[in-house]
Nanobody, 123 residues
């Protein structure tokens, strides 16, 4: 069974930075594409970023493009989401997701989800 555990969330002032981590256990990390999503209070969950199995290809939501960077370290079975130039509207619970795939491309749908980590940005 795949388990995903996020960490790195917290409180930060607008303009600040955070790095979120997502550790996958239970299966071979390199078989899985990863995605990051977020849910703000009173809103639906939204896509943030995705990365292929090798890390060669990434996708971003327009709202975070140029500010957030998704990456992965396959040797450590860990995915990362670097959040720069944070805005108050980035406040949300951030979720890591994974899906097994034979293709080295970012995915739109995921099978496994972490518990989430809270990011709070104050003005």
């Amino acid at each position: 069974q795949v388990q995903l555990v996020e960490s790195g969330g917290g409180w930060v002032q607008a303009g600040g930075s955070l790095r979120l981590s997502c550790v996958l256990s239970g299966r071979t990390f390199t078989r899985y594409a990863l995605g990051w999503f977020r849910r703000a209070p009173g809103k639906e969950r939204e896509f943030v970023a995705a990365i292929s199995r090798s890390g060669a290809t990434t996708n971003y939501a327009d709202s975070v493009k140029g500010r957030f960077t998704v990456s992965r370290d396959n040797a450590k079975s860990t995915g990362y989401l670097r959040l720069n130039s944070l805005k108050v509207e980035d406040t949300a619970v951030y979720y890591c997701a994974a899906a097994s795939t034979n293709w080295d491309v970012p995915l739109d749908e995921y099978d496994f989800w972490g518990q989430g980590t809270q990011v709070t940005v104050s003005s």
